[in-house]
């Protein structure tokens, strides 16, 4: 068993509607959690970043983080074609210059205009 | 200016033959990752280095070989590459944690190694 599961998709959307991403991890020392972006043929870049229980918002975009379940919640409201990637959840321990993420196998998004 | 630089950013090599990738990060970070992204997006950690020192090294074969000449810099090299190497490689860099927790990863372009 991986130690974060996501679900690989596709996932397609009209623009507009609110997309759920999710991903559970089994690791309870896990400490923080995010999210990243990737575009075709691009580098991930970070999107969402949390280290506690709660939601935490940036725009158009939600991250939730339940822990006591180890489930990790991506939102997008009014989504847009520009959208379009593959979202990765990624989880980690701080360890003073020994930080590992462990990330998930990544959701592949698109918005249909 | 690009933060996480990393070149070949394609690379096309017959089975056997041994190649590099060099990766270069200017934004003063202390920690640096190599990752392998397999055709299935799924994107593992390979290396880490902390101030030029082996932090992480998960169970690669040894065939990998990383080599950081100053904290800026992370290269992997690669002997008798195998039909299953083919991937994306990552190069990244972070701040490290210190007494906090500024671990966002930078990530470079990637890699695209094809090994025929």
């Known amino acids: 068993q991986k130690e974060v599961e996501q679900d690989p998709g596709p996932l397609s959307v009209p623009e507009g509607a609110i997309v759920s991403l999710n991903c559970t991890y089994s690791n309870s020392a896990f400490q923080y959690f995010m999210w990243y972006r990737q575009y075709s043929r691009k580098g991930p870049e970070l999107l969402m970043y949390?280290?506690?229980?709660g939601n935490k918002e940036d725009g158009r975009f939600t991250a939730q983080v339940d822990k006591s379940s180890k489930y990790i919640s991506l939102f997008i409201r009014d989504s847009q074609p520009s959208d379009s990637a593959t979202y990765l959840c990624a989880t980690g321990i701080s360890n003073f210059g020994n930080e590992k993420l462990t990330f998930g196998t990544g959701t592949r998004l698109t918005i249909i205009p | 200016d690009t933060a996480v630089s990393q070149t070949p950013k394609y690379l096309v090599t017959q089975m056997g033959n041994d190649k590099s990738i060099k990766c270069e990060q200017n934004l003063g970070h202390d920690t640096m990752y190599w990752y392998k992204q397999d055709s299935k997006k799924f994107l593992k950690i390979m290396f880490s280095y902390n101030n030029k020192e082996l932090i992480i090294n998960e169970t690669v074969p040894n065939r990998f070989s990383p080599k950081s000449p100053d904290k800026a810099h992370l290269n992997l090299h690669i002997n008798s590459l195998e039909l299953g190497d083919s991937a994306v490689y990552f190069c990244?860099?972070?701040?490290?944690?210190?007494?906090?927790?500024?671990?966002?990863?930078?990530f470079g372009q990637g890699t695209r190694l094809t090994v025929v």
């Open positions: 949390t280290y506690s229980s």
């Open positions: 990244a860099s972070s701040q490290g944690s210190r007494g906090g927790y500024d671990t966002e990863a930078f």
